[in-house]
Each structure stands twice: as structure tokens, then as C-alpha cells.
């Protein structure tokens, strides 16, 4: 067994100057003292060669790159804190600022008489784009850039904007008819092939209901880009009531009738504009009588109701032939019977028999 200790390489090396080195021992033990006298050797060298002043200065703090870098940290640290302090007062303020202006701008929808919807829609959108605007300044403060951040939203915003394209032409359109108000709730509105009264009025879409109980769900962009009619837009509403009578027929008498009727119905309006009576069309089996009468919104489907009934039996009773549409058939008397002329083969042109099928002469 070899023994190693601190002459172990002097002897080794001075054994091969003399031809005569020793193989290298395959022991596992004893590979392992080797590596256990290397790593000994370089400790008890690490030790010699230490300075005092140097370890007393890392214990002391006198070292310079440790003071170095504990002087950049609070270095940092002092000129962090006050844009900390800065980004969370404009925190503070710009939540304030941005909580009284929604009020504002609710308030001042609220003196327009803007729908609810509206209302909340309106104050939630600048709550959202004024609270997002004072975090990109409080980050800016702090010193992050968002200048990346605000391109990454654009392009966000700008893909979106596409993939929704009819969504949010709904959404604008929703925008103009609560800002513009063509129509609102209650309202009886035509448009294209609907028709029915407004029940809901939504930021992508408008709900109708016609008189048969259904539901209709238009999309505001249609409402908004199309034309309309609004049938209770004003306060008074005029109905259109056309009366037919037979030609022959005294027009004095049947206007004196209608006359009749109108003064019999309470909720024909005559201020400010009255009713009118007057000839319109000159049918092929009728003369028409057009009759204008104006009532209010609310009794329009009342008179509409009961004026063409009233007219009906006032006809009747006064005599008033009312046309509908006839037949006159004549009946003629039996003629003599024609006979068709008997025709051969020699009463054809010469010409015409020597044609044949197909020749083209």
C-alpha cells in the first residue's frame, strides 16, 4: 500500500528523472485519496495565499465592488420610489377625474332625454377609455414604455374591428337611433316588410311586435341606414278612408251621408285641421270618395275600427248603391252553320305538285 502525503509528487517526479517512475496505481482507494490530497491542496493554497486586509474588508463593507453595488441598489431605490409615488397619485386623481366626468355625461344625457341604454352605455364606454388612458400615463411615469403596449392594442383593436365588421355596424347604428331618436318605445314604425310597435330599443338590435303576437328582431344598422315610416312620431295622425259608390249615384246626397257619420264619431279631431270629403278616382265600375279624417295616436285603431262600418249601414239606409264587381253576359240568337269549302288535289297549282318533301326547289 502507498502512502500519500505533501512529498508525495517531489518524489514521484524525482523517481522519473531516474528512468525508473512507478506505474500509476489502479487502486480505486487509492484514486480516491488523490482526489481527497487535490482538493486539500488547493483549500490549504486559497488560505496561504488570502489576504487579511482583503477578508477584513468584505466583513467590514470596505470592499468596493460589494459598496459598489449596495450604492447603485439605493441608488435605484431612491430615484424608483418617487415615480412610484407619482404613477400612484395620478392613479388616485385620474380615477377621480374619470368617475366625476361619467356623472357629468350622465347627467347631461339626462337633461337630453336619452334613453336609458344610452345612459349606461354611454358612461360605462368613457369610464373604460379614461381609466385605461391613466394607467398608459402612470406606466410611462414609472419609465415602461408603452408605446408597444399601445401598438399591440391597435393591432388587437384593428383585427377585432374586422372579424366584427357587421357587429359593429349594428352597434353604431344602435348609437345613432338612441342619439338621433327617429323612433323610440311604444312607437309604431314601418320599415321595408315589418311593421309593429317598438318594445326594445338595443345597442346591436331593435325588438318589434307586430299585431300577431310575434316578435321581430331587426338589426339597428338596418333601421339606421334605411328609410322609415314612423306612425306615431306626432301627436295627431291623419286616417285615410276611401268610400266607393255606383256611377249614376247623387254625389250631394252621398257626401251629405258621410257628413253624417263623421259628426257621429266623438274622437274625429277638427282643430287643428278638419276632415275632407272629396272625389278621387274615377274607377271603371266606381266613383271613389276619399275621406281624410285626423285623431290622435292613441284612438287611430278605434276609429279605423268603426268608420268603415259606420259607413256601410249610413249607404244602406240612405239608398247609396255601393259597387261591387259584374258580369253582363248577352245571349245571342242561333246563326246559320258555315261550311268549309271541299278542296282536291287538282285544284293545286302545277307548280305545287311537282314540289317534293325535302328537295328544298
Excluded at 77 to 88: G, Y
Excluded at 96 to 124: C, D, N
Excluded at 214 to 234: C, D, Q, V, Y
Amino acid at each position: 500500500m502507498v502512502t500519500l502525503d505533501d512529498n508525495t509528487p517531489t518524489l514521484l517526479a524525482a523517481a522519473a528523472s531516474q528512468g525508473g517512475a512507478p506505474e500509476p496505481p489502479a487502486d480505486e482507494f487509492v484514486q480516491t485519496l488523490q482526489a481527497t490530497d487535490s482538493i486539500h491542496r488547493a483549500v490549504t493554497d486559497s488560505l496561504k495565499n488570502l489576504d487579511a486586509a482583503e477578508l477584513k474588508a468584505v466583513i467590514t463593507g470596505d470592499n468596493t465592488i460589494l459598496r459598489d453595488g449596495l450604492s447603485a441598489l439605493v441608488q435605484l431605490t431612491v430615484q424608483f420610489i418617487p415615480k412610484l409615488l407619482a404613477a400612484l397619485l395620478v392613479l388616485w386623481v385620474g380615477m377621480k377625474l374619470a368617475k366625476m366626468l361619467r356623472k357629468v355625461i350622465v347627467r347631461a344625457l339626462e337633461r337630453r332625454g336619452a334613453e336609458p341604454s344610452l345612459k349606461s352605455f354611454l358612461g360605462s364606454l368613457v369610464d373604460v377609455l379614461l381609466k385605461a388612458l391613466i394607467i398608459i400615463m402612470a406606466m410611462d411615469i414609472i419609465g415602461i414604455k408603452a408605446t408597444s403596449f399601445i401598438a399591440l392594442l391597435g393591432a388587437m383593436g384593428l383585427a377585432i374591428g374586422m372579424a366584427l365588421q357587421g357587429t359593429l355596424q349594428n352597434f353604431a347604428g344602435g348609437v345613432i337611433i338612441l342619439l338621433m331618436k327617429p323612433f323610440k318605445v311604444d312607437d309604431y314604425v314601418e320599415c321595408g316588410l315589418y311593421k309593429g310597435y317598438i318594445k326594445e330599443i338595443r345597442i346591436f338590435h331593435t325588438i318589434m311586435r307586430p299585431f300577431n303576437g310575434r316578435t321581430i328582431i331587426i338589426p339597428n344598422s338596418e333601421l339606421a341606414t334605411k328609410s322609415l315610416i314612423n306612425h306615431t312620431k306626432e301627436p295627431q295622425i291623419r286616417l285615410d278612408v276611401v268610400a266607393s259608390v255606383a256611377y249614376g249615384s247623387d254625389l250631394a246626397k252621398v257626401k251629405e251621408v258621410l257628413w253624417e257619420v263623421i259628426k257621429a264619431e266623438p274622437l274625429v279631431q277638427w282643430d287643428p285641421k278638419p276632415p275632407v270629403v272629396a272625389v278621387s278616382e274615377l274607377n271603371s265600375s266606381s266613383v271613389d270618395l276619399s275621406i281624410w279624417l285626423w285623431t290622435t295616436v292613441e284612438d287611430y285603431w278605434e276609429v279605423w275600427k268603426h268608420i268603415r262600418e259606420d259607413i256601410y249601414i249610413a249607404f244602406n239606409n240612405a239608398g247609396v248603391e255601393i259597387p261591387f264587381p259584374q258580369v253582363t253576359v248577352h245571349q245571342g240568337k242561333a246563326g246559320e252553320p258555315i261550311h268549309m269549302e271541299h278542296r282536291t288535289a287538282v285544284d293545286r297549282p302545277a307548280e305545287v305538285e311537282g314540289e317534293r318533301i325535302g328537295t328544298g326547289n
